[in-house]
């Protein structure tokens, strides 16, 4: 079953790095490293900062929200993807726990959480 929300959740509790994103950056940087052993270049002499914090290949996700006085804790993160409305930029995370699928969405200009859709197997 199927419902269409667009609900603000009262406290987004926790975040943690999506795997999949942290693979790619991983990922993207052995490529960096495999060419810069091809090359002996300038590159090679600087050192490059690590970046740990949220960014383009670490972005962050929630771990565990309360909705309707109710903590649902993330067991999965199926999909991440973003729209602009204007200026602001809304990222979409579509999760899942054991029972239910959310839909859930994180506005950069309010810095709010809402839950825009709910699938539920009942």
Not at 17 to 23: F, K, T
Not at 59 to 83: E, G, M, T
Not at 92 to 112: P, Q, R
Request: proline fraction near 5%.
């Amino acid at each position: 079953m199927r419902e269409v929300l667009n609900e603000p959740i009262e406290v987004l509790v926790s975040f943690l790095p999506s795997q999949a994103l942290r693979r790619r950056r991983e990922d993207r940087q052995d490529r960096v490293e495999s060419r810069a052993q091809k090359t002996k270049s300038i590159a090679d002499k600087k050192s490059h900062p690590q970046i740990n914090g949220p960014g383009r290949y670490n972005p962050i996700a929630p771990l565990l929200f309360r909705w309707r006085q109710k903590c649902y804790r993330v067991d999965k993160l199926n999909l991440v993807h973003s729209s602009r409305d204007g200026r602001d930029k809304i990222y979409y995370f579509s999760v899942s726990d054991d029972a239910n699928f959310f839909k859930l969405s994180f506005s950069t200009k309010t810095l709010g959480w809402k839950i825009e859709e709910l699938y539920t197997e009942a």
